[in-house]
């Protein structure tokens, strides 16, 4: 069973190497099989993998397979080795099933593109880095897939790289990523510093012989790089710039794969945050704040993937909210929720994109139900999940989240509430321009709209199946369930620290009323959008017709332009301050000189090499003389 630890990695990374090498000779289908082929080995592995950790007993539920030691230098050793616990194998699944789902998708949505067979090398690198950070067995290895999805996001985001726009945004997001990187380095040097170790199990082992200062400076250096990979305030301004890649990098990037980095860390490290408290608190705010953030400017945009990327960002800081609450259990099972819907509802938007040609403005949609039935219906669940319906997915997980923050504090739980029903109301905004209404698009686009082939449509329907029963994996005892999820990972999340997994400590009557509150808000905002847009049939006017806070929610609260102003300008202004005042008189002089005063040294060195016998004879003599007058000196 270890061998097939070390299996699930190497298949995808095989994938890669294969269609890489031989980028310019597979054929789109080959390539296709071979792609696809190494993620769906990596599925059953990890299918393998997770119902033999079922099988063991609940405190025996761990697999460690040490392959090579890698790095040793003085008192510093580390090894390639990898850890497979309840934890890993559920985010085994999640990456591999939806990534494979994903694929195939892909199969349809790039079969056109030039660039089909690099595309899915790059698909195959993003998941093997992802699988590496998942499964790695001590922070250096867990860093070096941190850094590999960036560089895959970096790829795939600038993946239509003659666009220059495309590249900004790609750049972007590899600089920001790199920001948040480096606290995340400090970290991993600082725990190595004071616990002599970066294997997990021997800092967790010594974690509780830590003061808690020096443990509150390494878990906020950590959750720094969660704010860069997961795109929580104020390092979060890349993902919505994400979307310039195609849209399955989009669902890769916003679902199965990168922006749930940093919540796997934070989790993983679950018991060093227990220990701090003051982290938690912060994780607790910046989780809320964004979630809000993020929700407000959802409600404004009109490009179909820039509503699904702030909701993203929004949805990633209730995971946040949850982890900073120490409901370890809620933040990981709205993360697995979250991957089915949001990669649902990715490639929707990529099939409705894909059936007009290229179109993303949703005021320039409408009524597409009846052209496009089979992403309509599939949309629709994906729309209900995240909006919290029950029976779907979002609404068990969400429903957690809300319940651990009403334990919390009143506060805390009216602003989570108010972040989840704003994004009832942007989803269905975007929901009922695109879909319902009159037709809004050209002639000519309409005149050949017609629904996406099989190998887009089969993804969504497998991925509606999961946004509708995913949740039923967290069933809490209120409505008859065992909550199955927290029972799982039980071993992984810190016993000796008051971790809730939302529910346990509210009575069942309590639990009624903030289920029946939230479903019935719910549905009044359902309402209100479909009188707004369907009966209504408003469109959002265009960005430069609207004025006071619409205006800043439409301009996503000048965030990228203060960051332009405050940092960006003022590194240009150094740069070319320096350019002018030390590159150009100075340095360039320098080498200038160096490099225009070899020629006249090497024709002045000629001069000795004259060819007298004589003359040489005279200088070794020379020589000799200040040789032995140097000896009598010392």
Known sequence: MKTLVSLVPLFPLLGF????????????????????????????????????????PVDQRVLEVTLFDWIKAGNFSTSISF???????????????VGFLIHVYSIGYMHDDAGFNRFFSYLNLFVFFMLLLVMGANYLLMFVGWEGVGLCSYLLIGFWFKNQAYNNA???????????????????????????????????????????????????????????????????????????????????IHAATMVTAGIYMIARNNLLYSLSPATLEVVMIVGVLTAIFAATIAVKQNDIKKVLAYSTVSQLGLMFLALGLGSFTSGIFHMATHAFFKALLFLGAGSVIHALGGEQDIRKMGGLKKYLPVTFLTFLVGVLA?????????????????AAAYLHNPVVYGLALFASLLTVFYMFRMFFLTFFGKERAGHDVMHHIHESPMSITIPLMLLAVLSLVGGFMGVPEALGGSHWLASYLAPVFAPSVAVTSGHHHLSHSTEYALMGTVVAL??????????????????????????????VLANKYYVDEIY???????????????????????VDKIVNLIGGSVVPASRGARLLQNGSIGYYIFVMVIGIVLILAMGIIR
């Not at 054929?27 to 099988?55: E, N």
């Not at 497979?84 to 099933?97: A, H, R």
């Open 17 to 56: 190497l294969i269609v890489a090498l031989n980028v310019r000779k597979l054929t789109h289908g080959v390539t296709a099989f071979i792609a696809c082929g190494a993620v769906l080995i990596s599925f059953i592995l990890s299918i393998v993998l997770f119902t033999h950790l079922l099988g063991l």
């Open 83 to 97: 850890l497979v616990d309840p934890l890993s194998s559920l985010f085994l699944l999640i990456i591999t099933g």
């Open 386 to 402: 995240i909006s919290g319906i029950p029976p779907f997915a979002g609404f068990f997980s969400k429903d957690e989240i809300l």
């Open 170 to 252: 790609a750049n972007k997001a590899f600089i920001m990523n790199r920001i948040g990187d480096l606290g995340m380095l400090l970290g991993v040097i600082l725990i190595f510093v004071y616990f002599g170790s970066i294997q997990y199990t021997d800092v967790f082992a010594k974690a509780t012989t830590i003061d808690t200062g020096t443990l509150t400076l390494i878990t906020m250096l950590l959750f720094v790089g969660a704010m860069g990979k997961s795109a929580q305030l104020p390092l979060y301004t890349w993902l919505p710039d994400a979307m310039a890649g195609p849209t399955p990098v989009s669902a890769l």
């Open 522 to 551: 719910t549905v009044v905002l359902i309402v209100f959008a479909y009188i707004r847009y369907v009966k209504g049939n408003r469109v959002p006017a265009a960005d430069t017709q609207v004025g006071g806070v619409q205006k």
């Open 564 to 586: 332009h102003a405050i940092v960006v300008k003022p590194l240009y202004w150094i740069s070319a301050t320096f350019a002018d005042i030390v590159e150009r008189p100075g």
